[in-house]
């Protein structure tokens, strides 16, 4: 995925200029970005503070962890079931 040169702060000023009444052209050109860039900013980041965003951030980091972890779980139980299905059919 590109990396954005804008951090999610960043972003969340800026659209804050814009609610605040700062013109969207003059805004983009201050910024250097396009209105689409613009629009779609606003549906990912609209109406959100930086302490908000920063909590999805670690909520999404937990997420990804937990998933990591179960994956880890998961292959160590299919593991284990193999083994005793072996133990199980030797006998």
């Given at each position: 995925?590109?990396?954005?040169?804008?951090?999610?702060?960043?972003?969340?000023?800026?659209?804050?200029?814009?609610?605040?009444?700062?013109?969207?052209?003059?805004?983009?050109?201050?910024?250097?970005?396009?209105?689409?860039?613009?629009?779609?900013?606003?549906?990912?980041?609209?109406?959100?503070?930086?302490?908000?965003?920063?909590?999805?951030?670690?909520?999404?980091?937990?997420?990804t962890e937990l998933k990591r972890m179960y994956a880890d779980a998961s292959?160590?139980?299919?593991?284990?079931?193999?083994?005793?299905?072996?133990?199980?059919?030797?006998?």
């Amino acid at each position: 995925m590109k990396q954005s040169r804008f951090t999610e702060t960043q972003i969340v000023g800026i659209l804050k200029q814009a609610d605040a009444g700062v013109p969207i052209d003059d805004l983009c050109r201050q910024n250097g970005i396009s209105r689409a860039t613009y629009y779609q900013w606003k549906s990912k980041y609209g109406g959100l503070e930086a302490s908000e965003l920063k909590r999805i951030k670690e909520l999404e980091a937990e997420n990804t962890e937990l998933k990591r972890m179960y994956a880890d779980a998961s292959m160590e139980r299919d593991a284990l079931k193999k083994l005793l299905q072996k133990k199980l059919q030797g006998h």
